[in-house]
């Protein structure tokens, strides 16, 4: 069904229901008085990668945690609007907030694997979910960990501890970790800003292959990066949707100076 669209350019502005993994619509939302997203709607597309740029504090962690209700964590938010996924809104009080999680995975940008071994961390998510039988557990952890390109540097120490891992192994190993879930979307919040260039470009060569899986929405402050991975970009400035079309004409033509101001580093 996906490959119907796999290389086709999709305009963002007009989306089908079927194109679209996550549509927001005019989403507000404040942190006890203060206003950080200001009705803001938009059409996230499926297997596509989404990058959201913007400067520090603009509000780009906070939306995306929206998109698996992590802001419910925290005392204080409040929401206004709509966030649908598969024809759902998430915000619903009758949705299944674990499910969703599952659906929805987030890898953020201190890589954090659980004080365990390599297999335990892969496989955490399925045990939670009561997954016990030795050869399911095999096969997802080595299908999570081939698709997170880290199978050959770890498959002959599966159960030695997570943490003498190398960052950019610890990145990739948590991405397995939300990848052995099988999500239909995959939230990346500045995965690579703590890891060197080479590490980098290994993870993002990692997420053009993810495509195929997953939708991805990418937060970064490596304007690079956005034009090298992303499909789509959305520019966000003081809690509002400035721009967002397809990552070629937001970083050669775009249309709104602010836009152009923050791309060229004039400010942010
Ligand atoms: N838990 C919280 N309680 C109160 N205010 C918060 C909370 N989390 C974030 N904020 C505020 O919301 C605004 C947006 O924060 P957010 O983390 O979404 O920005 P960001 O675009 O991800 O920034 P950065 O690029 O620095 O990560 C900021 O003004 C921040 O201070
Ligand atoms: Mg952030």
Same mark, same amino acid.
Not at 140 to 162: H, I, N, P
């Given at each position: 069904?996906?490959? $119907? ?14 194109? &679209? ?19 803001? =709607?938009?059409? +996230? ?16 962690? &906070? $939306? ?18 709509? +966030?649908? $996924?598969?024809? @759902? ?11 969703? @999680? ?31 039988? @030795?050869?399911? $557990? ?22 030695? =501890? ?57 937060? &970064? ?6 034009? @090298? ?22 970083? &050669? ?16």
């Amino acid at each position: 069904m996906l490959k $119907l669209f796999e290389h086709e350019h999709l305009d963002v502005k007009r989306l089908s229901d079927e194109e &679209t993994a996550i549509e927001v619509r005019n989403l507000s939302l404040q942190f006890s008085d203060k206003p950080v997203l200001n009705d803001i =709607s938009m059409r +996230i597309p499926k297997h596509r990668i989404t990058a959201l740029i913007g400067q520090s504090g603009c509000g780009k962690s &906070t $939306l995306i945690s929206c998109f698996n209700r992590m802001n419910d964590l925290i005392s204080g938010c409040r929401y206004q609007g709509e +966030i649908i $996924l598969g024809g @759902r809104d998430i915000n619903h009080k009758k949705e299944n907030v674990s499910r969703l @999680r599952t659906q929805v995975g987030m890898v953020f940008q201190r890589p954090n694997p659980f004080p365990l071994s390599i297999y335990e961390n892969v496989c955490y998510g399925l045990r939670l979910q009561g997954v016990n039988g @030795r050869r399911q $557990l095999d096969d997802t952890v080595e299908q999570a960990l081939v698709d997170a390109a880290l199978w050959d540097e770890v498959k002959d120490r599966l159960f030695e =501890s997570a943490q003498v891992l190398s960052g950019g192994q610890q990145q990739r190993l948590v991405i397995a970790r939300a990848l052995a879930l099988k999500p239909d979307i995959l939230l990346l919040d500045e995965p690579t800003s703590a890891l060197d260039p080479l590490t980098t470009l290994y993870i993002e060569e990692l997420m053009a292959g993810l495509k195929k899986r997953c939708s991805i929405i990418i937060v &970064t402050h490596n304007m690079q990066q956005a034009a @090298r991975v992303s499909d789509y970009t959305a520019f966000l400035h003081q809690g509002r949707l400035i721009e967002y079309s397809d990552s070629d004409s937001l970083f &050669t033509m775009p249309h709104k100076k602010q836009t152009e101001d923050y791309i060229t580093g004039r400010y942010g």
